[in-house]
Structure formats: structure tokens, C-alpha cells
């Protein structure tokens, strides 16, 4: 990335020299992504990140659409960025079906199959769950959607470079990733476009990325999305083994000591470096608190949600009651995970929640920090 | 941590002592507009100040949201005092339920064992080692007012780094150490009540007050009547404008309002003194009873010089009678009582 910062400096849409090695690093950040994904590198369009490249998708795949039919169908579960750019398309006169996922986080083939209509002109249902790690079908729901004619879009943020993404075998007509997840810079991201599909542009300009997302691209980011993409393409299979194993043990060892715990999301079909898990009795913010002090980070609910105690949507969507959402946290594993970090954070999660367990026993009611009307 | 310069340079000198500090902002209300929204101790400008503040620090900054237990505890009383004819404090209970109530027991659940806040206050040691709070040195700036409801066992926890500061000390201490907020202005209003107007905030809530069916007569000594006003919650003891009586009579003041008839009895500056009252709603910092003794001084109000006093024991409550007249004693108002220096205990006007 430092390369396109201080010394390749040419702008990828110029004729010159300069010009020509900047366009030959885009052209080969293109190539990187499509090897991962299955596809053409003219079928992938570089954005600011997933919530950019979910909005063209969902905004500018409906939009284009519209002459055909009015209805959307996404899950009850997705990320804010495609559960609000529904909630703007609703806005703006479309009719909006969100099917529920089940106690798992999972969307059913069946569950998508039974809210088509006539009108049903897209469908957008994440392959892995951001919360929970669960992992849709979107093979089976890719039949279903190109049985009807309609677009199937896959938020693929959480899936892209860690297990596999093929959207032939997928029949999917768009998909959003992010380099951030995948050890790559942050505000760089990309949408894959199947040929053929129509899409309004966001925005206006240039003739950057064939019109679809124009302006100037930001190339040290798209080459570190490239070069991170090679290297989960190297690495994925091993990386995917060694995080299931490491997860597994971390949770064996939390559910060894500890009582009332409940892991959140599908048992098997997860993403293998997911765990959410529920504490009875214990506010998941005072226990992502006490690990931050022991300078262990994770997260109650995704990142954009965060500032507010509200339980996570997603958690009480899949029907978790307010208190098991309320105590619940999400720990991602990854790339630098060692097992002594796992060992030493089971034995801090242990000893917190034991903690803030005896102390909730001995506070008066009223001082109970868990809103239980939620 | 509000993002001040008090709970800043308070962190700051923790920070420099040897202390592991932990900042918390709390969200305690939402802004009723945009204005109130800029206002300087709103959540989001308190957070981001706060924030950077922890990060010059080095310190782990968190906020929490205590929004229903400040409605709870903090401002539905605050509305009901009002409806019942008096005059609230609120920030004392803000003190007393959600500093040293709900962030205090967050802060004991992540194994942190001391509470400091950025008030001009004392706590020292007596003689025989147990802890006392004790006015500030800077007589201008003390706080000690409002911290009469903190639970006497929490005294043997609480730090006040300021107690013995100047402000203008404080602001030399922040920009020494760099901070950004040295020149902030303070915020001297009650924090959920936009641009310090409780009488349109009391409209805006409450229903049967803006269709006036808390008017009521004004009536003066004698029982006559002499005017009408628009609901009696807006008013106070002490009040002498908005009385809508115009010139030339002896100055007029609230002396008594009562919710039961919506009379507010009004009166001249003589009839506001009172050199006797009783007090609720007791906390006690010192465990020693009141055996009607000269000796303590009462502050009936923020920023009063204090008054010297006899405080007796009565049933759950306290009586306290004064030599020299107290001027516009008022219920709902605290009633501080120290021996020299010391916060000894507190209570609510009744």
C-alpha cells in the first residue's frame, strides 16, 4: 500500500507512463478479488466498504429493476446497511418482505421460496451471519432465485476469504465484501456484479469502474484488498481448520467452568472463527468492559450498532429473550489468535463472569443495571 | 467525566498520583432540540471531550447509559416536587443515585475500588481515622452542597482531587498538562433542562398545568385576594417577579404555596424569615445524634453563607431552629448541616 502512497503515485485513469503502472496495480487487485470469488475481474466494482457496496446493491439493483416489479424480499437478520437500505427502498415505494430467520439465525431456502410474488424483483440474504456466524444456503436459494428471474444479492462481508465463496455454483447476481474483515485496510471494499445486471449508480462522474461507482479510485486501498485476498486465497483452508479448533476450545473450556452458558447461532454451520455466547446473569457490556481492561477485546452486537444499550435486533430477531441478547457477547477469532490467547481469555472470562455474577447477587434490585422491559 | 475541566484536571491529577484510573461518561438524558442538543455537558460533546481527554491520559474511557434510571430517580421526582409545590434539587439525588448509586456499582462490578469525581469537595480524616466530607477550600466554588446524600459508607472510597484547589489552580493544572478543555466554558444550569427553563419544561410536560387547572388565587397575609396566577408549580418561595401585580404596592414575594387549594400566599420580605423548619428524608454522615446544640451552621440553599443553628432529633426527621432568622426557607430545598467545615448531614425541607 505504501508503494501506491509515495511512489506510484499515477492515477489509473491517466494515459501516460505513470498512469499505466497505477492501471496495472488496479488491474491486478481486480484479478485477486475475482480469483476468490469465481468470477470475472470486470465483474468486480471497487467501493468505500460493505455498506457502500450493500447499498448500490440493494438501492441501485431495485432502482434499475423497478420496470420489472416493486417487491424486495431481504431476512430479518442482515446488517444495518442492507436492513436500512430496505428500510429506504420502503421509503421510496417498494414493498418490502423481511423473512424471519429461525432461533439459529439461519433463512431458509423454503422460508424465501414461500414470500415471492409476481413483483419479487430482488432478494438479499447474507451468506454468513455478522453476529452469530451462522451460514446460509445461498447455493439452494441461488437456485430458487434463478428459477424466478429473480436478483439474488449475498451480503458476503463476513464470508468473503474465510470459506468458500463461489457465486456461479452460488447463482448469485451480487455480492458485498470488505477489506477490513480480511485483514485489509479499512474504507475499501467491493461489489461483485454478475453481466448483464442492471445497477443505478449511486453516484455521478467519471468513467471510473464502467460508471457503476466513478471517481478516482483509492488504490492503496483496492491493492491491499487485492493482497489480502491472495492471502486468504493461500491460506484459507488451513486458516479455517486452525480457528474452528481454536473456537472449539476456547468454548469447551468456558462451558467446563462455567453454568448458564448458551452459544448463540448454529451449532455447526458457523463461521469457523464465531463465537456469541449468552451469560446468564451477566450484562454483556460490563463484561466486554472487564475483558478491555484485561486488554481482551470483543463486542456486544456489530460495530455500527454500538452506543447504546439496546439489545442486539438480530439476537432478539432469531428469538432470544431481551435478557439472554442483553448478556450476550461476540468473540472473533483470527490470523493472530495464538492458543495461549485463547487459554488466557477463557480463564478471564471465567473469573469475570464468575465476579459479576456474585456481585449481582448482592446489589438491591433496584440497582440492576439490565433493563428487563426492553 | 463530563468532558470539563473539573473531571479533567480530577483524572488528570489521579493519573499523576499513581492511581489506575478508569473514566466514565454517563448518558443520563436526551436533548429536547438542537440548541439544548450543542449545549456543553449533552452526551455526544461530553463523550467526544471526555474521550479525548482519556486519550491524553492513557486511560480506558467508557460511556454508559443510565438514561432510565436518571428519568427514574432523577427526573420524575424532580416534576412530582414541583406538582407538589415545591422546589427541587435535583443534582442532589443525581449524585447520590446515579454517581454514587448506578456508576458505582458498575464501576465495583469491573473490580475498580474507589469513585473520584471533579467536585470541590474534602474528605479527610478525623481523629479517629474514619472519613468526613468537608466544604472546599475555595469558599466560592465549593460543592459540598449537593453531596449531602452520599451514603457515609462510600466516604471511606470517594476521592476528591480538587478539594483544595482554586478553579483558577484547576485551569493552570489543565494547561499544564495539555488538555484541550483548560478554557471550557462551565456549565452552571441543571444538565436536562433546556437553557435552565423548568417553567416551559413543566408546561411542556405536564397536561392539566398547561390547560391552567393548577391556577389558582394569590392571596396576601390577611386572606384576600389580590391576583391570580397560572399554575402554582411555577413558583417558588422567595419569587417576587412574574407576579403580574405591577408598581407601586410594598414589594411582594411568594411566602407558602399550596397544591391543595392552588393558593400562593404572598407577603413582605419580613414575612419570608423563618427561624424554624423541619427537615426529611435525613442522610447522615456522621453517626453522632442531634442533641439540640448550638454549633452547626444550615445552608438552605446553594452558594448560602450558612446560618448558625440548633438541630434537634424529630421522629425519622430533624428540627432545626435559628437565632437569627433564615430568609425564604424552602420545601423541597436541601437543608446542608455543618459543624465548621464538615458536612455532618443533610436532608429535604419539609
Sequence with gaps: MNEYMLEKFGNPSSIHSFGREAKAALEQAHDSVAALLNCSPDDVFFTSGGTEADNLALVGGAEANR?????????????PAVRNAADELERRGFRITRVSADRWGEVHPEAIAAAFTDHTILVSVMHVNNEVGTINDIVAIGKLTRERGVLLHSDAVQSFGKIPLDVQAMNLDLASLSGHKIYGPKGIGALYVRHGVRLNPRFFGGHQEHRIRPGTENLPGIVGLGVAADLCRKEMDAEAARLSQLRDRLYRHLCDELEDITLNGHPTKRLPGNLNISFRGVEGEALLMALDLEGIAVSTGSACSSGSTQPSPVLLAMGLPPEDAQSSIRLTLGRANTEEEIDRTAQVIIAAVRRLRAMSDRLPENSKLITQNS | MSGGVDSSVAAALLVERGYRVVGFTLKLWDAEDDDHARKVCCTAVMARDAGRVCAILGIPHYTID???????????????????????????????????????????????????????????????????????????????????????????????????????????????????VADKEESQEVCFIPRDDYRTWLLNRNQALADGQLAGEMVDREGRVIGRHNGYPLFTIGQRKGLGLGGGTPRLFVTRIEPETHRIHLGEKKDLDCGEFRVGSINRLRNAPFDGRNGYTVKIR???????????????????????????????????IYCGDEVVAGGIIQ
Design chain 2, 66 to 180: 443510565l438514561r432510565d434510571r436518571f428519568r427514574d430517580e432523577v427526573i420524575e421526582p424532580f416534576a412530582s416536587e414541583y406538582l407538589a409545590g415545591h422546589t427541587p434539587n435535583p443534582c442532589v439525588h443525581c449524585n447520590s443515585r446515579l454517581k454514587w448509586g448506578a456508576m458505582w456499582d458498575k464501576a465495583r462490578t469491573l473490580g475498580l475500588q474507589r469513585i473520584a469525581t471533579g467536585h470541590y469537595a474534602r474528605i479527610q480524616a478525623a481523629d479517629d481515622g474514619s472519613p468526613r466530607l468537608l466544604c472546599a477550600l475555595d469558599n466560592i466554588k465549593d460543592q459540598s452542597y449537593f453531596l449531602w446524600e452520599i451514603p457515609a459508607e462510600l466516604l471511606a472510597v470517594t476521592i476528591f482531587p480538587l478539594g483544595e484547589l482554586t478553579k483558577s489552580e484547576v485551569r493552570k493544572h489543565a494547561r499544564r498538562l495539555g488538555l484541550p
Design chain 2, 302 to 336: 446553594y452558594r448560602d453563607p450558612g446560618i448558625v443553628a440548633r438541630v434537634t432529633e424529630n421522629g425519622n426527621g430533624l428540627y432545626i431552629s435559628t437565632d437569627d432568622p433564615a430568609r425564604a426557607v424552602t420545601p423541597g430545598q436541601s437543608a446542608v
Design chain 1, 67 to 79: 420496470h420489472r416489479g416493486d417487491h424486495v424480499i431481504v431476512s430479518n437478520v442482515e446488517h
